[in-house]
Nanobody
């Protein structure tokens, strides 16, 4: 059974940092696009970062570019999202997701992804 377990959310002040992790199990962590999405109350789900598990190539949404870093640990079948310089508008539930294939043109379309983690809350508040 494929499972994604997201963790690491919490509450932080503006300008602070958090690190999210997504642990995968039940499949071989190769040749997949792993992405982080987020959804704020009343807003659509938004893709923010993608990494290819083999190539290590990454992509970021403009809203987080320069502040967030996605990375992978093939040995641990996991990926992380380092979030720095957090802003109030980064408040959301964050989800990890995987799809077989590259971080291509569909990388931020929810429908591209086969498996999803349960979500972890990130709250940026003063």
């Amino acid at each position: 059974e494929v499972q994604l377990q997201a963790s690491g959310g919490g509450r932080v002040q503006p300008g602070g940092s958090l690190r999210l992790s997504c642990a995968a199990s039940g499949f071989t962590f190769e040749d997949y696009a792993m992405s982080w999405f987020r959804q704020a109350p009343g807003k659509e789900r938004e893709g923010v970062a993608c990494i290819h598990t083999n190539a290590g190539s990454t992509d970021y949404a403009d809203s987080v570019k320069g502040r967030f870093t996605i990375s992978k640990d093939i040995a641990a079948d996991s990926a992380s999202l380092e979030m720095n310089s957090l802003k109030l508008e980064d408040t959301a539930v964050y989800y990890c997701a995987v799809a077989r294939g590259p971080c291509g043109t569909d990388r931020y379309r929810s429908q591209y992804y086969e498996y999803w983690g349960q979500g972890t809350q990130v709250t940026v508040s003063s």
